[in-house]
């Protein structure tokens, strides 16, 4: 498969690379920065340079032409300011959506957070990135276009993956390691049984494989 990622660069999508690469299958990851493009090789994917905030659709379009699948995994940063969750962790993410099925790419998979509400309340930048982020979920929802899976993960972490999760449409709040957040995407690209689902995700008791194929089967 030839999946593309925004946010390639971001800690998730490395992570989701390296084991995309690993199993065989072609990643392309965008980047806003040249200098990042050795980081995106030695994770064994394809760098793109293509800034998310000031490409057009068809840009977009023109990079995920031919993929079988398309990962949106990009965000502001927990050091940038609320303007940037409007551009990067909404409108980059609807813009993504449009290119993919401007291009004819179905399946769709999205990075999103515990908790993403467009009518969470409050005035914090975190509860405009909250709200940025669930206006985004509502808006890939509505593309019938697109076979669209929406991940929630919980408080992600860098301690090393336990390979065992709990994904369910609710789980409640908990703790995850990044590394389990991309080896569940990287089992989510490849199940379109998971497609129209939105799916809470922290660790649990369940393998990675065996969480995706119960919930897909749900």
Partial sequence: MRIVIAGGHGQIALRLERLL???GHEAVGLIRRPEQTEDL???GAEPVVLDLESASVEEVAEVLRGADAAVFAA????DSGAARKETVDRAAAVLFADAAERAGVRRFVVVSSMGADADHPGDGVFDVYLRAKGAADDAVRSRTG??????RPGMLTNDAGTGLVRLEASTGRGPVPRDDVAAVLAELVDSPGTAGLTLELVSGSTPVAV???DVAGN
């Fill in 146 to 151: 697109l076979e669209w899976t929406i991940l």
């Fill in 21 to 23: 690469s690993a199993g």
């Fill in 41 to 43: 090789r030695a994770a």
């Fill in 211 to 213: 969480a995706v194929t």
């Fill in 75 to 78: 965000g502001a940063g927990p």
